[in-house]
């Protein structure tokens, strides 16, 4: 292994020692998601969400565009005109992946009705579950 991996290496464990540390207190200040969307007393953090929507679609814009370059590297010059037939199928599986699937999982009937013995009020998976540090 080069220096510059064993680097990068230590880099990543560092940070995912951070995200672990920041994981424990947030179990503990039970901070989540709805604090910044707002309810009937407080009013929503616009520009926190603002923010954190404006990173998430310039990370996957620069995605995108790696991903598309990545392709045409890749791919020789005869299949290149399937890099976009590739795209289309992989964002149209993420999607059903991450919207649906995700839905589904999330709705307490769906959960219920198909994947439960013992009936309960929630989904398997919860928004605000996932999404404690925001």
Same mark, same amino acid.
């Given at each position: 292994? %080069? ?15 951070? %995200?672990?540390?920041?994981? *424990? *207190? ?49 791919? &020789?010059?005869? %299949? ?7 795209? &289309? ?46």
């Amino acid at each position: 292994m %080069n220096i510059s991996a064993n680097i990068l290496t230590q880099e990543v464990y560092l940070m995912l020692l951070k %995200n672990f540390q920041k994981d *424990q *207190q947030c179990q503990s200040e039970k901070k989540g998601i709805r604090d910044y969307l707002g309810d009937k007393s407080t009013p929503p953090s616009i520009c926190f969400l603002t923010f954190c929507f404006f990173i998430l679609n310039f990370l996957a814009a620069t995605q995108d565009i790696a991903v598309d370059g990545w392709a045409l590297t890749m791919l &020789s010059k005869d %299949n290149v005109g399937w890099a976009s037939t590739c795209n &289309s199928v992989g964002q149209t599986a993420g999607y059903f992946l991450g919207n649906v699937l995700f839905l589904a999982l999330e709705s307490p009937t769906f959960c219920n009705k198909y994947l439960r013995s013992v009936p309960s009020s929630e989904g398997i998976i919860t928004l605000a579950d996932r999404f404690c540090c925001l």
